[in-house]
């Protein structure tokens, strides 16, 4: 029997994803990544607890876009649910946990990304790389700090604050 809760952590990856196919094609990505807490001590100094480590598995789309996108020390939010499981090895009752991954992206606070949308393959059988194709040049890019035009010429929805 398992249990899943619905939830969301930032922290960085401990290690590259290690993207494998299963028998029917599925692509699965397992990443490990460490959550650190910060804790205020008497002085009032900041300094980081102990890590709590989760293993993540993304599946399909999701698990090649994170294996092609992210790498180790990289920060990342990941949503997803949390599953408990239950088993035996060796004789032993055993449990482990994972995150299920919905969705998974670099964490923005401590930098700036550009995101490239993949096409989606042609149909059954169509390989992954088929379905991806390079931004045009006008794509919207996180760091641009604003919609682009793709016509070339600055975006008129823009707000100023």
Known sequence: MSTKIPINI???LVADPD??????GVAHAKLRVAVNQRVQGPDGSWHDGEPVFHN???FRALAENASNSLKKGDPVTVSG??????FEKD?????ARRIVAETIGPDLRFGTAAYQRSARAAGPGASAEAGLQAAPESAYN???????SPFGEPARNEVSL
């Open 10 to 12: 930032a922290g960085n």
């Open 19 to 24: 993207l494998t196919y299963g028998e029917s």
């Open 56 to 58: 993540v598995s993304a």
């Open 81 to 86: 649910e949390l599953e408990f499981r239950s």
């Open 91 to 95: 004789g032993e009752r055993r449990e």
């Open 142 to 148: 996180i760091a641009t700090k604003g919609p682009v």
